[in-house]
């Protein structure tokens, strides 16, 4: 089957994809040349009775919970069709900074609704890419025949996709409208590929985890353009590689614009604080990053450099040279390093215990805390194929006790109407449970005092409208939940 792209965009209850939830799918597949095959599709996602939106997401999207309820389908419905239309061979799917946000939001969802959380970008010849640093690295190393925004109020580069489009003259109706910036990124597709299409071509060849495991076997001092790193360098550097992560499947880099001398002799203790993040740029941070393979990254050997880059990076490869000669002659120094994190992640453990003391870890959350086991995948297949009022019958047949605790939650969010007395009653508990507990800290409460605290910025009749709509639905579900 031939090759194709498919660009994809969320409009979401928040920003935490363990804890949000999906309001908006929408995507476009495409040929290899960019081109649309059929139809986009613009899908709203009901929202369950125990999730509550954060008020400044519906006044960014202009979308309500009563929408979703109104016009959307269930996630149930949704990963049906999304598993069978649009995971197709071959596919690469595509967006606007999706790796570090919308493919979060997809892996939980499909994990909750009893599906692969990783398969559909890696079976069948699928894989996924990410335009964002693409953007970043094109305005880094060939910016030319492409005008390139800067933000409005600080004057600093940004590569925000409404202000990359405005500038350009690409058609961008609505931003924050998820099929609107999703023929936006398509638009931006192409103008990289028509202005620097070598670039673009070379960046979509080494987007998998093995290409990015061979680069890095060849190339131990590179160039790579990230978030991370300053836009005064339009988020590019050149890093050299210490070595391999200790807990996950990447590897630690420099950024050897920094000269390392002030970091060689530091304790692990040191250097665990000079990690932390600041905004303050005064202080001095550790310039170590974890380039992870299977986030596509935005790598480059040094020979993309050419006079005028390394004048607009300001690189000095004198200066780069000597650095990477300290590190060479402080190999005790990647020991050090990768000590650090251990220490870092165990202060992080210790503060997730105590913060979870007497209270568990919401099922929701917890993908990232085992794969699931085979037998249990088997019986995840069965239930997509099982009648609605059947479902409850599984529950017991899996040995994950994740998937045991979700089972009653997948029938009650999708199928509410095949609920038994008891069945809806523990509903009822578990929404009370998530969003009144806690008193004048609940997520209710809470969401009631966000609502005050928007309607006294927020004057304007379109903020207004939403902010009421979020008001009575918040209200809804107090009656629900006394009774």
Do not use: C, W
């Given at each position: 089957?031939?090759?194709?792209?498919?660009?994809?965009?969320?409009?979401?209850?928040?920003?935490?994809?363990?804890?949000?939830?999906?309001?908006?799918?929408?995507?476009?597949?495409?040929?290899?040349?960019?081109?649309?095959?059929?139809?986009?599709?613009?899908?709203?996602?009901?929202?369950?009775?125990?999730?509550?939106?954060?008020?400044?997401?519906?006044l960014l999207t202009g979308i309500t919970p009563q929408q979703t309820l109104q016009d959307g389908i269930t996630e149930a419905e949704f990963c049906e069709l999304f598993m069978k239309e649009i995971v197709q061979p071959d596919t690469i799917f595509v967006g606007f900074n999706t790796v570090r946000f919308d493919d979060e939001f997809m892996r939980f969802l499909l994990y909750r609704n009893f599906y692969d959380p990783y398969a559909w970008q890696w079976k069948d010849g699928c894989s996924r890419w990410d335009l964002l640093d693409v953007v970043r690295m094109t305005r880094a190393l060939r910016p030319s025949d492409i005008v390139w925004p800067v933000d409005p109020e600080t004057k600093a580069p940004t590569n925000r996709l409404e202000l990359l489009t405005a500038q350009n003259n690409l058609l961008h109706e609505a931003a924050h409208d998820a099929l609107s910036d999703v023929h936006a990124t398509i638009a931006v597709a192409k103008l990289l590929r028509t202005k620097q299409a070598k670039l673009f071509d070379y960046l979509l060849s080494i987007r998998q985890k093995q290409k990015v495991s061979e680069f890095l076997k060849n190339n131990k001092t590179f160039v790579y353009s990230s978030g991370r790193f300053s836009s005064d360098y339009e988020k590019t550097t050149i890093v050299s590689t210490l070595g391999p992560h200790p807990t996950s499947q990447s590897v630690l880099v420099y950024n050897v614009r920094h000269d390392p001398t002030p970091f060689l002799n530091m304790s692990v203790e040191q250097l665990a604080e000079a990690w932390r993040y600041t905004k303050d740029k005064t202080v001095l941070r550790l310039p170590v990053k974890a380039l992870q393979f299977n986030r596509v990254p935005a790598i480059a050997p040094l020979g993309v450099l050419d006079d005028a880059s390394k004048e607009r990076l300001q690189v000095d490869m004198d200066e780069i040279n000597r650095h990477n000669k300290l590190l060479a002659a402080h190999p005790d120094f990647y020991d050090k390093v990768a000590a650090t994190i251990e220490h870092i992640n165990a202060a992080r453990d210790t503060k997730e215990v105590k913060a979870v003391a007497g209270r568990a870890k919401p099922v929701d959350e917890q993908l990232y805390d085992a794969f699931i086991p085979d037998g249990d995948r088997l019986v995840s297949e069965k239930i997509h194929t099982a009648k609605p009022d059947e479902i409850r019958t599984?529950?017991?047949?899996?040995?994950?006790?994740?998937?045991?605790?979700?089972?009653?939650?997948?029938?009650?969010?999708?199928?509410?109407?095949?609920?038994?007395?008891?069945e809806r009653v523990a509903w009822e508990k578990h929404c009370q449970q998530v969003l009144v507990s806690g008193g004048?800290?609940?997520?209710?409460?809470?969401?009631?005092?966000?609502?005050?605290?928007?309607?006294?910025?927020?004057?304007?009749?379109?903020?207004?409208?939403?902010?009421?709509?979020?008001?009575?639905?918040?209200e809804s579900l107090v009656p629900e939940l006394e009774g």
């Open positions: 089957m031939a090759q194709t792209f498919f660009f994809y965009d969320l409009e979401t209850s928040g920003v935490n994809p363990r804890s949000s939830r999906i309001m908006q799918f929408a995507g476009q597949r495409t040929d290899a040349d960019l081109n649309p095959i059929g139809e986009p599709y613009n899908i709203l996602v009901k929202l369950s009775a125990d999730i509550l939106p954060d008020p400044y997401a519906v599984f529950k017991d047949s899996f040995q994950d006790k994740r998937l045991k605790q979700l089972a009653p939650l997948y029938m009650a969010r999708n199928f509410p109407q095949t609920l038994n007395d008891d004048a800290q609940s997520r209710l409460a809470q969401f009631f005092n966000q609502l005050q605290e928007v309607s006294q910025t927020k004057t304007d009749s379109k903020s207004h409208f939403l902010i009421e709509e979020l008001r009575l639905y918040g």
